[in-house]
């Protein structure tokens, strides 16, 4: 059933590609042919004195082979042109499948480096299977049919000689390539688990040299490789095990085949002609028969391979709820509120937080998250999960690291799901809004280094429409006006993917800068001071503190230079502690 779902979407290429290969697949026989046919002539025409047919013979064979080249060539370029744009469709379909999953599935199948490997070594292990792994047993199949027709008007005895001797070696073969399975499999492992290592460590070459982990992860590559070799050898093993039958087999059958020509053609049953052909189209039989066994050794490569592909393939999409509407926070804040307030003043919060939403009322429900549980795993992140956040303000959630606050910002947007418990905003359920509407409509900072290649103005208007006016109004206010000015093109200046010609701290206030000039009603900011000298961090908490006065801004941090409440004389924000 998934193969059917998986080849019916490249179907649009079935069509053009099984043509194409089946032209290319006639060449191994028409060549041998071509070539038997020639030697036949040749020897009958010297062997019965019939020279004067030899400039017609010759004429015709050249049109013939003219003939063949031009279809042949066609051939291998429509089916190259093909597979090519094969692999660009799976590899779009392997991108979508992640981009689409839900965030925990992708994220549970590995690091960022080895799923990027494993996707690339499937795409080729599927353009290896087009372009040989079909391609090649269909010709010696093409080759071996055609090679029996012609053996058959020949001297129908010798196929069953033949076939019978190819059939005992390729039972013996196929003993061996059984046990190939896992030891592919084992292989394929290993080396998605190596490039992974690989991705990973270069990614974060500077933090591994200056803190003396060069060894450590080069005895880490050094322990794949030996096991890659191990595997490797077995393998090794295995194949030569394999291939050892068909040499047998092809060269018994080659010179038997020889020696049975002369016999029948000295008895004058064939003539000395048809000994040349019987030798070449009996070396296609064989091969074909040797296929056979091959064929079923990359048969349980493929299907290792294809396993692997629908792991990706088949990620759970996020889906939406059948009471999942495209809603607006604003547009039913307030009918929402009138008609479940008894949610906010009932609901039990941590800390200061809960004396800060009981104050608020019902009339001022943003953000409650009422006994969620949450689990990943064998983790509990939350077994009783109680929050409560008005409509607008500014919250600082604190704590200690790995308990969970992350994840929270997470279930807010729906990228992780929880077990049990409910969460609402702004007076409706979680469950009744579309992801796509949800996230419209929250501005979520996260912890990532989410610079590309582009211009500094280009990074900053991912979501937001701002003109340059408004951007710079929003640098001044942050102290940031005088740095991004004096680049060398200002806000068209170009920027590496990652921004690393920037410090940690200015990546920071980029990003930050990006997530502020959107127009949100609820700002998820997770760990955005980090890094943040405290000049520039004092400059952001104020405009944090203007945003909520309309704005409902929840901020993560270990920061402790952050101003506590009544700092400066006035309130600087809820502190919530999780």
Not at 53 to 62: H, N, R, W, Y
Not at 149 to 161: G, M
Not at 496 to 502: D, I, W
Not at 542 to 568: C, F, N, S, Y
Request: proline content about 1%; aromatic content about 10%; overall charge neutral.
């Amino acid at each position: 059933m998934k193969n059917r779902v998986f080849f019916g979407k490249l179907r649009r290429w079935a069509a053009p590609y099984a043509v194409s290969t089946m032209m290319v697949a006639c060449r191994n026989f028409l060549i041998t042919w071509i070539t038997a046919y020639i030697g036949s002539s040749v020897l009958n025409m010297v062997s019965e004195g019939r020279g004067t047919d030899f400039l017609g013979q010759t004429v015709f064979m050249l049109l013939f082979i003219a003939a063949f080249l031009a279809f042949d060539t066609a051939g291998i370029y429509w089916q190259s042109v093909t597979i090519h744009r094969i692999r660009n469709r799976l590899r779009s379909l392997l991108y979508s499948s992640v981009l689409k999953a839900r965030y925990d599935k992708v994220y549970s199948m590995g690091q960022k480096g080895e799923l990027l490997s494993r996707m690339n070594s499937d795409v080729d292990m599927v353009s290896s299977i087009l372009s040989y792994g079909i391609l090649t047993p269909l010709m010696f199949l093409i080759s071996g049919i055609g090679a029996t027709v012609t053996v058959a008007l020949i001297h129908w005895r010798l196929c069953i000689l033949i076939y019978a001797a190819g059939l005992l070696c390729w039972g013996a073969q196929v003993l061996v390539i059984r046990r190939e399975r896992e030891t592919i499999r084992k292989l394929q492992e290993n080396k998605a688990e190596a490039m992974g290592l690989g991705s990973e460590s270069f990614q974060n070459g500077l933090t591994v040299r200056l803190c003396g982990l060069v060894d450590a992860f080069e005895e880490k590559v050094l322990r794949n490789l030996s096991g890659f070799e191990r595997l490797s050898r077995r393998l090794a093993v295995q194949k030569t095990a394999e291939g050892l039958g068909g040499t047998l087999l092809q060269y018994l059958q080659s010179v038997g085949m020889l020696f049975a020509g002369f016999c029948l053609y000295q008895r004058g049953e064939i003539r000395l002609g048809d000994v040349v052909v019987l030798y070449q189209m009996a070396a296609l039989i064989t091969t074909m028969i040797t296929a056979i066994s091959s064929g079923y050794a990359s048969l349980q490569n493929w299907i290792v391979g294809f396993c692997r592909l629908h792991d990706i393939l088949d990620l759970e999409e996020e889906k939406d709820g059948p009471e999942a509407e495209e809603l607006r926070f604003s547009a039913d804040a307030e009918e929402g509120a009138a008609a479940e307030g008894d949610v906010a003043e009932g609901a039990a919060a941590e800390g200061a937080a809960a004396e800060g939403a009981a104050a608020e009322g019902a009339a001022a429900e943003g953000v409650i998250a009422e006994g969620v549980a949450c689990r990943f795993g064998e983790l509990t992140v939350y077994e009783n999960l109680n929050l409560s956040f008005g409509r607008k303000g500014l919250y600082v959630m604190m704590g200690e690291s790995g308990k969970g606050k992350t994840t929270f910002f997470r279930l807010l947007t729906g990228i992780y799901p929880y077990e049990s418990g409910s969460i609402r905003l702004f007076g409706r359920r979680q469950e009744e809004y579309t992801r796509r509407s949800l996230r419209s409509q929250i501005t979520y900072m996260t912890q990532e280094n989410a610079l590309f290649q582009g211009t500094v103005r280009e990074n900053l208007l991912w979501r937001s429409q701002a003109d340059d006016d408004r951007i710079l109004a929003l640098l001044k206010r942050l102290g940031l006006d005088q740095w991004i000015l004096g680049l060398e093109k200002g806000l068209d200046t170009c920027i590496s993917n990652g921004g690393s010609e920037f410090s940690g701290g200015q990546r920071k206030c980029l990003l930050l800068v990006r997530a502020l000039l959107e127009d949100s009603p609820v700002y998820l900011l997770d760990e955005a001071l980090a890094g943040v000298d405290q000049r520039h961090g004092e400059l952001i908490w104020k405009e944090l503190k203007r945003m909520a006065q309309e704005k409902l801004v929840i901020v993560i941090t270990h920061d402790q230079w952050v101003p506590g409440e009544g700092a400066g004389g006035e309130e600087a924000g809820i502190f919530l502690a999780i």
